[in-house]
């Protein structure tokens, strides 16, 4: 029954793994370790090279499934970097420079230009939603919230602003 | 100290500093102490939130005067569903937080002091679920949340109120200190904050993202995907301008991000493919 129980959830592992569907390429951003299953405590089945191909079979949270050569295994996400040469894939192919001089989502041109008085700044304001609409959508997906700590370097994160942050 | 006291009383300070002849603007500025005078800003100034919220208002009202917003109520509504939701994770849920999708093909989104946050249309194109959209607006949460902006104010408002010729006659009136602070909003964006706050924003609104339910790793993601791009794109040069490199923002968020290892929570990509599909077509 425990075998069972195991096998279920490789096969579950193996859904969400290839739910993103087609093969992507990329590479390795920094050598790493190949692993059998997607956990920082599994086994090491081969050394990845950095800058090393690899082809991306699927995800599974903050990992991805890659296969090396004839070796397959996992990898954390955030090593790997695609291949931009890749046609249709989430990489620079679709990243278009707008031209030679934007700066932060506008041209310098028209940031110099922006006049206050002007834009859409009421359609702005009006556009807001409730806390509770906000919600009803969350739940409508399927979002649940959870706690989670802030994590490393809370050193500002950790505590609140003190009242008097800006008086000195 | 209100903030209606504030102009005059800095704009007094500054001339006195100075040596500057009132109203007449053609200020030496070579001859101001700028470390005096932002010393004694700090000091004067007291921002509390009311204020804090019309400053980003005029600050988001420039913003949307360089580039309006795009013409899609159903994903306006969208983003401001999610925003609002991953904003509820936030350590300010009070705020009265607005997101908007500006009309832009540059790849970004900013952050206005009070709640204001604008997503250039560029960026919506580059993403592929709702936990990458929570993860960047996660990111602009969190400026808002650490008051990054204020803070990068504090440091040089005042000397670009000089810039802008402010005399001691002006700034009576709150609303005047709103339009007097267009000079140091387009300054303030075109250099952008400080690459400590950048980080801080991404290991930040990665936190909120998770705590709304997604899938945390959606900002890495995006992360991901500007550090895949052609380093010689005329794009990326100008986003490092304004930001640290992808991959720097990358290393330092790895660390702590295998705390986060365990989760398994959605990315919502069909919901995301839904209301985004109008602004897919028209880009084909």
């Known amino acids: ?168 | 100290m209100s903030a209606r006291g504030w102009i005059p009383l800095a704009c007094a300070a500054a001339l006195a500093l100075a040596g500057c002849k009132s109203g007449g603007g053609n200020f030496d500025l070579s001859r101001v102490d700028f470390n005096s005078v932002v010393k004694s800003v700090g000091n004067l100034r007291d921002v509390k939130e009311p204020e804090e919220i019309q400053i980003g208002q005029g600050m988001a009202e420039t913003l949307l005067g360089a580039r309006p917003l795009y013409d899609d109520p159903e994903l306006q509504r969208y983003v401001n569903d999610v925003g609002m939701w991953v904003a509820q994770q936030s350590g300010r849920p009070g705020l009265p937080w607005h997101f908007g999708v500006n009309d832009s093909d540059y790849i970004n989104a900013f952050a206005a002091p009070g709640g204001f946050v604008i997503v250039t249309k560029g960026m919506m194109k580059q993403l592929r679920n709702e936990a990458e959209l929570a993860g960047v607006l996660g990111h602009e949460i969190a400026h808002v949340n650490q008051k990054h902006h204020l803070k990068a104010l504090k440091k040089s408002a005042f000397a670009d109120l000089l810039g802008e010729g402010v005399s001691a006659g002006t700034g009576s009136k709150y609303n005047d200190l709103v339009k007097n602070l267009a000079g140091p909003t387009k300054e303030l964006y075109a250099r952008g904050l400080d690459k400590s706050d950048e980080f801080e924003a991404d290991r930040m609104g990665v936190v909120f993202a998770a705590r709304a339910g997604y899938d945390p790793y959606g900002l890495p993601a995006v992360l991901t995907t500007l550090a895949s791009a052609d380093p010689k794109d005329n794009f990326l040069t100008l986003l490092y301008k304004t930001h640290p490199l992808p991959q720097a923002r990358l290393d330092k968020l790895s660390p702590g991000l295998t705390t986060l290892d365990a989760i398994k929570a959605p990315q919502n990509a069909a919901r995301f493919q839904q209301y985004t599909r109008k602004l897919r077509v028209a880009s084909q």
């Not at chain 1, 969400?16 to 299953?37: C, F, H, I, N, Q």
């Not at chain 1, 989430?90 to 934007?102: C, E, F, L, S, W």
Request: aromatic content about 6%; some cysteine.
């Open chain 1, 1 to 168: 029954m425990r075998r069972h129980g195991v096998l279920l959830l490789l096969l579950l592992l193996g859904c969400v793994a290839t739910a993103a569907g087609a093969t992507e390429r990329g590479y390795m951003a920094k050598t790493a370790d190949l692993l059998d299953a997607p956990a920082a405590g599994a086994r090491r089945t081969a050394g990845l090279a950095k800058r090393q191909s690899v082809d991306v079979l699927g995800r599974s949270g903050s990992w991805a499934r890659v296969q090396a050569g004839a070796s397959v295994g996992w990898v954390r996400s955030i090593d790997l970097r695609l291949d931009v040469s890749m046609p249709g894939q989430a990489t620079a192919a679709r990243v278009k420079p707008a031209g030679d001089n934007g700066i932060r989502g506008f041209s310098e041109e028209e940031l110099v230009a922006a006049a206050t008085g002007a834009g859409d700044l009421d359609k702005f304001r009006h556009m807001g939603v409730s806390v509770k609409d906000a919600a009803q959508f969350a739940r409508a997906a399927g979002l649940k919230p959870r706690k989670q700590d802030y994590f490393e370097s809370t050193d500002l994160m950790s505590r609140d602003l003190p009242a008097d942050f800006f008086d000195e």
